[in-house]
């Protein structure tokens, strides 16, 4: 049922065009691979899909280093100047995160590459998958790091079949990053998700969202965030410049989480409060939307697991632990007991802005991730806790948040600049 | 609300200045409503950064009561702020906001100091007016709007890049001439 070659195996099942086996002939010869040296020959397999041959075989790091070609083109005639695939991404988590793995000898599989001496034949291994897994072998061969990689070869591709193939390795469903932060929560321990259906943020037996829930099921991040300013705040001096912080997404774990995660005494009662405190306002919050006739919208009824709002508000809550401030985190705490409207009020909080610097497009208090927004919002819940005569969240209380964080930073600049004298 | 009262101002002019088959008192009427809303939207503009600079604390007392046109007063042995208005020029208080917020402003070089005071003069000249016709030509009306609003809205960036950290917004910083 087969036919051989010198150095491959062809089913008989295929019949491959004489300048394939011409050209994977020439290949084996040119590139020792770990399967010939093992004095194995090489299955040529055929992609029924794009019509294209190959052969799978595994080279060393160095070998790839020295003959690929990253900027793989898709007619050398027409544009050989012209890379086909995308522009790297060194800056990118995942990608430091590949470069690391090389380093540690990590073995990649399934690079996909053309065999093709039309050009540039001194680097004839054109690369159409895989680039920043080569850049990253590439970096740890300098620092002798000299591995197998696994390798799709394929000869002699047309046009059409080269645009297919790299198409096809360029096309990727993206996990959230929500799912990413999980399942790393997962490899950690059930600490923070046990802690969560405790405090009544998950229903028992309840996992975090994988993704923004419009059923307002909080997810890793939130969790996440919730506890790293709970304590920062905590930490804090009232009289400091207070700037509280979403925690990073996605690959890589936040590193201030972390680092908190091990010092977590997860059965402290005052951390059980503010968890069932919280749990309680943004049930509040969307109990309260959901009765509405008007202005009902999702945005308003998870304003109280928007990352900004959370930040904001558990950093609020660390800030008054301390047994002289019980009244003030009382208040607090009592937003969400508010007799009438939402506890966060999100329609004031939509309508703020500084009209002299806030664009047009701007969503409002507490609906973007940025510093600016998370002081202004810790400010809200500040004043609102230690400041303001009634209970509750309105436009006036809004506007003074906004103005009174500008005033924090001025403050804050002049304190750096007379530091520098 | 400044903000309103600065596109006001700035739209009365555009209609006074593109309207070129309006006569003479109609274009005046424009004028001047826009020298008003100007002087307005500069006002409200500086009460607000009174507002935000009230709650520092890196500024004294003084200095907040002369921004809110409070009066200070004595109390014991402490100069307080109290309730009573005192109310301050609005030259002296954009004087005082850019001297202490603006890195290098330049009150004798910088046009836009000038160019400021021109139109206050004429707001006041307006207000407190003793003759019975306006006989301000169109062309120095035109001149001094135009310059004069530019003006305000120039010192609105500096003093927001001062104290705020960032311009004006481009949809407002948009409306000069």
């Not at chain 1, 201030?256 to 306002?281: H, P, S």
């Not at chain 2, 903000?3 to 209609?15: G, N, P, Q, T, V």
């Amino acid at each position: 049922m087969k036919c051989n070659t010198k150095n491959l195996i062809i089913s008989k099942l295929l019949h491959p065009e004489s300048s394939v086996i011409k050209k994977a002939e020439s290949f084996l010869e040119e590139f020792s691979s770990f399967e010939s040296e093992c004095s194995l020959k090489h299955l040529l397999f055929y992609d029924k899909r794009s019509k294209a041959y190959y052969l799978i075989c595994h080279i060393k790091g160095e070998c790839l280093k020295l003959k690929t070609d990253l900027e793989a083109v898709l007619d050398p005639e027409e544009s050989e100047e012209y890379k086909l695939n995308r522009g790297f991404y060194i800056d990118n988590l995942a990608y430091k995160i590949m470069k690391e793995d090389a380093l540690l000898g990590r073995s990649f599989e399934d690079l996909v590459i053309e065999y093709d001496k039309h050009y540039r034949p001194e680097i004839p291994l054109k690369v159409f998958g895989g680039q920043h897994r080569i850049k990253a072998i590439s970096e740890a061969v300098k620092k002798k790091i000299n591995v197998y990689h696994g390798v799709r070869i394929y000869f002699d591709l047309s046009l059409e079949q080269k645009f297919n193939i790299a198409l096809v390795n360029n096309t990727s469903i993206a996990v959230s990053n929500d799912l990413l932060d999980r399942m790393q929560e997962e490899l950690l321990g059930v600490n923070l998700r046990n802690w969560c259906q405790e405090v009544g943020l998950l229903k028992g037996n309840q996992n975090f969202a994988d993704k923004r829930s419009p059923e307002g099921i909080p997810t890793v991040r939130i969790a996440r965030t919730l506890l790293v300013n709970f304590f920062m705040g905590k930490n804090a001096k009232e009289d400091q410049f207070h700037s509280p912080i979403v925690c990073t997404s996605g690959i890589g774990t936040d590193k201030k989480y972390v680092k908190l995660r091990d010092t977590i005494n997860w059965k402290d009662n005052k951390l059980k409060e503010m968890g069932e405190q919280f749990a309680l306002l943004h049930k509040m919050q969307r109990q309260r939307i959901s009765e509405r006739k008007k202005d009902n919208f999702l945005e308003f009824m998870n304003k109280a697991i928007h990352p900004c709002v959370v930040a904001s508000w558990a950093y609020t809550a660390g800030l008054f632990q301390r047994k002289s401030k019980l009244k003030i985190l009382k208040k607090h705490y009592d937003l969400s007991r508010i007799g009438q409207g939402d506890p966060l009020n999100a329609t004031a909080l939509l309508k703020a802005r500084d009209n002299a610097i806030d664009p047009d497009n701007y969503r409002g208090l507490g609906a973007r991730i940025n510093n600016t927004e998370l002081g202004r919002m810790f400010y809200l819940f500040y004043l609102h806790a230690s400041k303001a005569t009634n209970l509750g969240i309105n436009s006036k209380l809004a506007d003074s948040a906004i103005k009174y964080y500008i005033a924090q930073k001025a403050d804050k600049a002049a304190k750096k600049a007379i530091k520098r004298i | 609300m400044y903000d309103e009262y600065l596109r006001d101002s700035y739209d009365f002019a555009m209609d006074a200045i593109s309207n070129k088959n309006w006569n003479e008192k109609l274009k005046q009427r424009y004028f001047r409503v826009s020298i008003f809303c100007g002087m307005a939207a500069i006002e409200a503009f500086v009460n607000n950064i009174a507002d935000i600079l009230s709650y520092t604390k890196m500024m004294c007392e003084n200095e907040k009561a002369f921004l809110l046109d409070k009066k200070m007063i004595l109390e014991n042995d402490k100069f307080i702020i109290s309730e009573q208005n005192e109310f301050h020029k609005i030259e002296d208080k954009i004087k005082f906001l850019l001297s202490k917020y603006v890195k290098d402003f330049d009150f004798g070089c910088n046009r836009c100091w000038s160019d400021f005071i021109s139109l206050k003069r004429k707001r006041d000249f307006l207000i407190h007016s003793r003759s019975e016709e306006d006989d301000t030509k169109i062309i120095d009306y035109e001149s001094i709007v135009k310059n004069g609003i530019t003006s305000i809205n120039k010192i609105m960036d500096y003093l927001c890049l001062g104290i705020k950290n960032k311009k004006l917004r481009t949809q407002i910083r948009d409306l000069r001439f």
